[in-house]
Nanobody
């Protein structure tokens, strides 16, 4: 099965950009429904962006037009480019995967998870 490791989090000013990476190992992400979630303390994890094997993408309304999910199948890396960041984007961001080439919904249901990377916008 696939293992996922996120990186790229940190502190950024309001309006700034940040790119998160999710390096996958153990399997190729082109066989998976992939996505990004985020979570703040005492709240449920929420879907941010999803991408299917054919490149189809889905986004939460709160990030549409600002975030872009993409994947480099050759490098086996999932990305989340975040622009025009707002304080409410501050959260721990998680990479997730389902072993289906197409997502059952807008995002993976979470067969596999990374450990998360913290994003703070201020």
């Amino acid at each position: 099965h696939v293992q996922l490791v996120e990186s790229g989090g940190g502190s950024v000013q309001v309006g700034g950009p940040l790119r998160l990476s999710c390096v996958a190992s153990g399997d190729t992400i082109s066989r998976y429904c992939m996505g990004w979630f985020r979570q703040i303390p005492d709240k449920e994890r929420e879907g941010v962006a999803g991408i299917e094997s054919d490149g189809s993408t889905s986004y939460a309304d709160s990030v549409k037009g600002r975030f872009t999910v993409s994947q480099d199948s050759a490098k086996n890396i999932l990305y989340l480019q975040m622009n025009s960041l707002k304080p409410e984007d501050s959260a721990t961001y998680y990479c997730a995967a389902d072993k289906d080439t197409f997502c059952r919904g807008a995002y993976p249901t979470g067969d596999y998870w990374g450990q998360g990377t913290q994003v703070t916008v201020s």
